[in-house]
């Protein structure tokens, strides 16, 4: 956060002396000044939202700056809200969440901080371009953006021109011009001991090169399993099929913050609505009941979906706990071939 407002500030601090007031940012109806002024107003409403732990709506305020204030004054006010926004997402445990609108109603800490830093990216740029000078950020800033709130754009030549693509500012070879948009905040579910938390691409690729994805597993690590199927994650967004809703989910105990495990779909429905699950469980967590509720949970959600006709599960003959997991969670067993065994739970 502190990284892309002092990139914005030290961008738009040499134009002050400008008529931000009088010029037209970018592709935007806004005046540059307007937009400026919204960077500031994004930020501290973000911040107010996360510190203030706002489950429903938004908060009744809104930023009114002094009548006589300056552009000088006006990225003083960004430096400030962004300031305050990284502090409430320093000081914000992990498993709090706050509202926003867009898609599922609520955000995390890091969620917030990408919301904040393509903000701060975007409308800089839209200013930069208004008053006619250059704008390019550093690409690790696009691409924090872009693994944490658009999971489904595909990577392109560089995470900046991606960036610009995705929201309709620019063009990439080969693909067709945006003209409208939203990002994505990963979706969350909540059974009854849990919380099934989607992964980003971000978490996917952390898991997948040996890391803890930002959590603290029982156990001290992620189950094998959990690592491969966030390499098949990070797979589908570099081919532009990452499906937010349709991916792996870490499963977090509420009672102590502590990860136990992953469940995830192999993909969207196929054409005839049936759609593949699988899970991991560190061995600690094991014998608890939570790949069982996790599967109801996630099963029942995939369900409720148009279109989807059945959840189906693979386990091996030799794995009798996973048998009974599908089992106790209402699946019935279909088919059978060379060392598996095919269920089903149906709609």
């Known amino acids: 956060m502190e990284e892309a407002v002092a990139h914005c500030v030290a961008t738009l601090g040499a134009v002050t002396d400008r008529d931000w007031a009088g010029v037209r940012a970018g592709r935007l109806e806004w005046s540059c000044r307007e937009t400026a002024e919204h960077i500031a107003d994004d930020l501290i409403a973000y911040a107010g939202r996360l510190a203030g732990r706002v489950a429903a709506g938004r908060l009744p305020f809104t930023l009114s700056l002094d009548g006589d204030t300056d552009n000088t004054g006006v990225l003083r006010t960004i430096e400030a809200t962004g300031a305050l926004l990284a ?19 609520h955000a995390s800490r890091e969620g917030f901080a990408a919301m904040g830093v393509t903000e ?12 006619g000078i250059g704008h390019e950020p550093p690409p690790e ?43 994505s905040n990963n979706p969350v579910l909540r059974s009854e001991r849990l919380t099934l938390e989607g992964v980003t691409p971000a ?68 054409g005839d609505g049936r759609v593949e699950i699988g899970y991991d469980l560190v061995a600690g967590a094991r014998g608890h009941g939570y790949a069982t509720e996790a ?11 148009d279109g989807v006709r059945a959840v189906v599960a693979v386990v091996d003959h030799e794995n009798v706990p996973s ?22 739970l149906r709609g």
């Open 203 to 270: 978490t996917a690729a952390d898991l997948s090169l040996a890391g803890d994805g930002g959590y603290t597993w029982v156990g001290g690590a992620p189950a094998d399993g959990t690592r491969v199927g966030a390499g098949h994650a990070v797979k589908r967004y570099e081919d532009g099929v990452f499906h937010p809703e349709w991916g792996m989910y870490v499963l977090v105990r509420r009672d102590d913050d502590l990860a136990v495990g992953a469940m995830g779909f192999h993909g969207v429905p196929d």
């Open 141 to 183: 800033l696009a691409s924090f953006a872009l693994t944490r709130l658009f999971p489904q754009v595909e990577p392109g030549p560089t995470p900046w021109r991606t960036l610009l693509w995705a929201t309709g500012r620019g063009e990439l070879p080969g693909r067709e011009p945006v003209t409208g948009w939203r990002w």
């Open 87 to 105: 502090a409430a997402v320093r000081t914000t445990p992990r498993a709090v969440r706050a509202f926003h609108p867009y898609p599922f109603g």
């Open 120 to 131: 701060v990216l975007l409308h800089t740029h839209d200013v930069a371009e208004g008053l």
């Open 323 to 344: 048998q009974r997991v599908v089992t106790r969670a209402g699946f019935t067993r279909v088919s059978e071939d060379v060392g598996q065994i095919s269920y089903e």
């Open 295 to 305: 599967l109801r949970t996630l099963s029942r959600r995939a369900l409720e979906r």
